[in-house]
């Protein structure tokens, strides 16, 4: 197995050098039409490896006979299924990371040609946070039978939780990540010019975008305390846990371009992320009592997310069209009025 593992880490390392270092090498403001492209790619790229995973425990590649941890998994098609499921629930479950990533880059005003460099070595983070955080969930869910119990109720308490509204003012700078780190980094405020690091008056300092990477990484292991349950909660097999979260969050930053300036009016997609997370949960809890097919989860997760986008265009058909902007009444009022200098 620790072929796998070396040969998927490689991968991982050649898809983020290949982004930044060659196709994103220059600063720039990354418009919807090539976000759209980026985000077909990675998902393109995070579905196909589901093949492989078929592969892997199907054709018993390197010699793997059975899945490591999960019994579930007796062939190809439930890895696959599986994968599916984990990647599905992490795409989806992001979205709301996007919002809150967007609402901290307003805040701390970071102008869109350097977004794609924070997200960049967020996301690098994000994966050395979601290893310890997985690989961490595993252990606990073998050692200790009842934490499932308490991640099924989790996750019901935050899908209900995000439908009442409860996190709609979150200020980054009332954060604790933040005080803390304001108060541990020597900081230097004005022009960043795209850098993390500076020099004033011979002395180190961190810049403003530097904070904001604190922030985006802080908030991406909130979000996780959501995602990783759920995701553990489809099956404990560390492959598939690790790569279909993987594979999601290398696709986070195209997806943020893509649907950034969009996501205040997703008003329905709310509602099923949260019916995502109490179903997830509620299998977790019913799990010794109510068997779900793997086939089945997957199933009800892309039947609430297929519900939620036609449900969000119904809406959208049915509100009132604004009413064109009326002209004066008198032709030279506009130009007879004053002019602010």
Do not use: C
């Amino acid at each position: 197995m620790i072929y796998v593992w070396s040969a998927f880490f490689v991968l991982v390392v050649a898809l983020l050098a290949l982004d930044l270092g060659v196709l994103n090498r220059k600063d720039h403001v990354i418009g919807f039409k090539e976000a759209s492209r980026w985000t077909a790619l990675w998902i393109t790229i995070g579905v196909s490896f589901g093949g492989i995973v078929y592969l892997i425990y199907d054709q018993h590649w390197f010699g793997i006979q059975l899945a490591q941890h999960d019994p579930s998994v007796p062939d190809g098609v439930e890895a696959f299924t599986l994968y599916l499921t984990g990647y599905l629930l992490e795409k989806s479950l992001s979205i709301d990371n996007i919002f809150v990533i967007a609402m901290v880059f307003d805040r701390f005003a970071v102008a869109r040609q350097y977004r794609h460099r924070v997200l960049f070595w967020g996301i690098i983070g994000a994966l050395v946070m979601r290893a310890i955080m997985i690989f961490g969930g595993i252990w606990l869910i073998e050692q200790f039978d009842w934490i499932f119990y308490f991640f099924g109720a989790w996750l019901i308490w935050q899908g209900i939780s995000s439908v009442r509204g409860d996190d709609d003012d979150v200020d980054p700078e009332k954060t604790l990540i933040f005080r803390m780190a304001s108060r541990v980094m020597p900081l230097r405020g004005g022009p960043h010019n795209g850098h993390f690091t500076t020099r004033e008056g011979g002395k180190f300092a961190f810049t403003t975008l530097a904070l904001t990477l604190v922030v985006v990484e802080w908030t991406d292991v909130a979000f996780a305390l959501d995602s990783v349950p759920a995701v553990l909660a489809v099956t404990t097999e560390p492959f598939i846990v690790f790569t279909s979260n993987i594979f999601a969050i290398l696709g986070l930053r195209a997806l943020f371009f893509m649907l950034e300036g969009m996501l205040a009016e997703f008003e329905v997609l709310a509602y099923a992320l949260a019916a995502i997370l109490v179903f997830i949960g509620l299998k977790m809890i019913l799990h010794n009592w109510v068997h779900v097919p793997n086939l089945l989860s997957l199933g009800i997760i892309v039947g609430i997310l297929v519900l939620a986008v036609v449900g969000e265009r119904v809406r959208r058909g049915r509100q009132p069209a604004e009413p064109p902007s009326e002209a004066p009444a008198d032709p030279t009022a506009e130009a007879d009025a004053p002019h602010e200098s």
